[in-house]
């Protein structure tokens, strides 16, 4: 919307820049605001037209659109105001393309929130729309933004929520961050089943680099899942599919077959788990299951699974979408495309060439989902991930960028800390085999 400020047509100091005007378009220069000027006589000051705009007949005044500001003070207030957020954006870009330290900007974020949050000032007119942005800011400089606030907006801002997800989505979902989801989930506020589904694709989708205290609130909220009804069942699974192990997937699957065998979409869901089942024994109860079942979705994924992992046609047809991340995710991957690069990887009539390029582009990505257990009991309990933006603010450049792994032994609760990567990032399978090579299982 152009906007118009009005002026002198003939300035008395001689356009030597006294007249009050010059405030307004000061302001404007700074913020980047490209405007119009209207030049008004001394006599059309005093005519009903102008007096419409400022009843003491002065300039200057602002037009833009529907909205008529006069007084220097407020117009300039305003202008600080709307384009706040646009000139902040712009300095983070700047700063963080050069590598600068955000730290300033950071504080300034989470105070701006916390303070609108607490006086109230994003609940009327275009207020949701600026508390988007300054939560999409708070995410781009990692301005902390605390339990409560993020409860509070999960709960009562139905509108925000999907940018609070965003917002979460982009660090480590902590323990107690965790813990925020689950308490939001079962405040008996999330009146619809689309905010369980929305809250469980964002938790599919989380970078995850510490598991202490998590599955804990996640264990709580994959149990609050309803199986009996399609909304929830899809999110059990998909919570499992990430968060649990092939046993436990394989029995939420075959105690719920009355619900997803009717349904050819929740058969699409239960046969994408095709690569996580690898053990013998439950890979022949889950191959029976869709094997014998009718449904139409189940057996086509299925199908399309065991074609990525051994048909170097489909591989090559899936090559091109498997090989770049997605910039917009913060692990860089989503975990469909994770569940289709585990089977894609198993390929062997491919290039080693081409698996390669596969799991070092999408590396980030398999940090995030590394399970599993030594022989000897020692569990991966933390990968901090060296992409993770987290990460690289506790260690500086100098750090080199490798995984920092953190195991603990379920018995004794000891806990070791590895930095394994004389080679690149692994994969979560090539991990497994170091692992084991290295005895870093051992603690030693
Ligand atoms: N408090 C007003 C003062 C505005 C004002 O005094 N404007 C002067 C020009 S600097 C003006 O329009 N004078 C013409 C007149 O009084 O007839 C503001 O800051 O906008």
């Known amino acids: 919307m152009t906007i118009t400020i009005t002026a002198f047509e003939r300035s008395p100091d001689g356009g030597k820049g006294l007249a009050r005007d010059t405030r307004v378009r000061w302001a404007l220069e700074e913020v980047g605001q490209p405007y119009e000027v209207r030049l008004v006589s001394f006599r059309a000051l005093k005519e009903p037209a102008h007096l419409t705009l400022n009843p003491f007949g002065k300039i ?9 500001l006069f007084e220097t003070g407020a117009i300039v207030l305003h202008i600080a105001d709307r384009h706040r957020l646009d000139t902040l954006r712009r300095r983070l870009n700047r700063r963080q393309s050069q590598g600068v330290s955000v730290e300033r900007d950071r504080r300034l974020i989470a105070l701006r929130l916390r303070r609108g949050l607490r006086s109230g000032s994003f609940d009327d007119g275009n207020g949701e729309k600026t508390l988007k942005r300054w939560i999409g800011l708070a995410g781009q400089a990692g301005a902390p933004i605390t339990a409560t606030d993020l409860r509070s907006m999960i709960i009562l801002r139905p509108g925000v929520r999907e940018n609070v997800f965003a917002y979460l989505r982009r660090a480590d979902l902590t323990a107690s961050r965790a813990k ?4 939001s989930a079962n405040s008996g506020w999330f009146v619809d089943d689309a905010a369980l589904v929305d809250l469980t694709n964002h938790l599919t989708e989380t970078t995850v680099t510490t598991r202490s205290g998590r599955h804990k609130r996640i264990g709580t909220l994959i149990a609050s899942c309803d199986p ?3 909304f929830g069942l899809y999110c059990k699974l998909w919570m499992l599919s990430k968060y649990g ?6 029995t939420a699957i075959q105690s719920s077959q009355d619900i ?8 699409r869901l239960v046969g994408s788990f095709t690569p996580l089942f690898s053990s013998k024994k439950d890979w022949q109860s889950y191959f029976e299951l869709i094997t014998q079942s009718r ?8 199908k399309f699974h065991l074609r990525l992992r051994d048909d170097d046609a489909v591989f090559k047809a899936m090559y091109a979408s498997l090989k770049n991340p997605n910039p917009s995710r913060d692990t860089g991957i989503t975990h469909p495309k994770f569940l289709c690069l585990l089977s894609a990887l198993k390929n062997n ?16 990505g398999f940090l995030t989902s590394i399970t599993g257990q030594s022989p000897s009991g020692w569990r991966p309990l933390a990968v901090h991930n060296p992409e993770n933006p987290a990460f690289r603010r506790r260690h500086p450049p100098a750090t080199p960028p490798a995984p920092i792994i953190s195991f603990q032994h379920p018995d004794t609760a000891d806990s070791v800390r590895r930095h394994p990567c004389a080679f690149p990032i692994p994969s979560s399978m090539k991990f497994a085999r170091a692992c084991r090579r290295l005895r870093w299982f051992r603690g030693g």
């Open 349 to 364: 009539r491919v290039p080693t060439a081409q698996t390669d390029l596969l799991r070092r582009k999408n590396s980030a």
């Open 180 to 183: 925020v989801l689950a308490e």
């Open 228 to 230: 009996t009804n399609q």
């Open 245 to 250: 192990d092939a046993p436990s997937l394989l």
């Open 295 to 302: 449904n139409i979705g189940a057996r086509a994924t299925y």
């Open 60 to 68: 200057p005044t602002y037009e833009e659109g529907d909205l008529v």
């Open 260 to 267: 997803w065998l009717p349904s050819e979409r929740l058969g």
